[in-house]
């Protein structure tokens, strides 16, 4: 909690514009570093990544879901927002020990969960092996138990598959990232089994969109950007 304050303050080049707007912010009044909020939400048990069967005439094709862990939720959010065939993306917390847990438990890194998102998707618009790649493209795949400035087993990175060929693409996607020789040092991301996604507080949803500076400060000062091009090579491609 204490580095992700620490990356807001880092950011460079705040005015008193920002500074008025972080006034004005909404009501939860509170940094990444905070605990507030009341949007209580019902947590969802992981359903099923694909379907089988073609939906029948008349029928509405059914949606897959995604489960991926990449430290602070508000900027994994941005990576899978407004790409095609993406339908919704769900900031919350997964992989856990704890029933309902609220941000401040989480962020304390005492209830075992990882900040994470739930992407709801159209498999004939976008694949999970896109999915993946978008995944990869937006973390840092060296570092345990920590992304950026963020430092805690509650921002590690981590896929967590919810049937046997999700779990079957993630390893052959991590695979073929070693095979390439791109990185000389291992790559830490756990892939293991999804367990019962809760939604994080509502205030928490978007937040990209409802408070842009605050939310560019922080991503800022965390040098997530800077890392990933980095190890990347260039800025991470975000759909929003």
């Given at each position: 909690m204490m580095d992700r304050m620490r990356g807001i303050g880092a950011a460079l080049g705040i005015t008193l514009l920002l500074g008025a707007a972080w006034a004005g912010a909404d009501n939860s009044g509170t940094a990444k570093g905070g605990a507030a909020g009341d949007g209580k939400v019902a947590p969802q048990k992981a359903a099923a990544g694909k379907?089988?069967?073609?939906?029948?005439?008349?029928?509405?094709?059914?949606?897959?879901?995604?489960?991926?862990?990449?430290?602070?939720?508000?900027?994994?959010?941005?990576?899978?927002e407004g790409q095609p065939g993406v339908?919704?993306?769900i900031s919350g917390y997964t992989g856990g020990h704890k029933k309902d847990p609220k941000y401040d438990e989480v962020s304390s890194g005492v209830t075992g969960h990882?900040?994470?998102?739930?992407?709801?998707?159209?498999?004939?618009?976008?694949?999970?092996?896109?999915?993946?790649?978008?995944?990869w493209h937006n973390i840092d795949p060296l570092t345990a138990n920590a992304q950026f400035c963020d430092h805690g087993t509650q921002?590690?990175?981590?896929?967590?598959?919810?049937?046997?060929?999700?779990?079957?693409a993630a390893e052959e996607s991590k695979a073929a990232l070693v095979a390439s020789g791109r990185f000389k040092s291992p790559i830490v991301t756990e892939i293991t089994a999804a367990g019962t996604f809760y939604p994080a507080e509502e205030y928490h949803q978007d937040f990209y969109k409802k408070n842009p500076l605050r939310y560019q400060s922080y991503?800022?000062?965390?040098?997530?950007d800077r890392r990933?091009?980095?190890l990347w090579g260039a800025a991470p491609a975000q759909g929003h």
């Open positions: 379907t089988a069967e073609a939906p029948k005439a008349g029928q509405q094709a059914p949606l897959g879901e995604a489960i991926f862990a990449g430290g602070c939720f508000w900027c994994v959010e941005t990576a899978f339908s919704a993306v990882a900040e994470a998102v739930r992407v709801v998707f159209d498999p004939r618009l976008i694949s999970y092996a896109k999915l993946l790649d978008l995944f921002y590690r990175s981590g896929i967590f598959y919810l049937d046997a060929a999700q779990k079957k991503r800022l000062g965390c040098g997530r990933l091009i980095e």
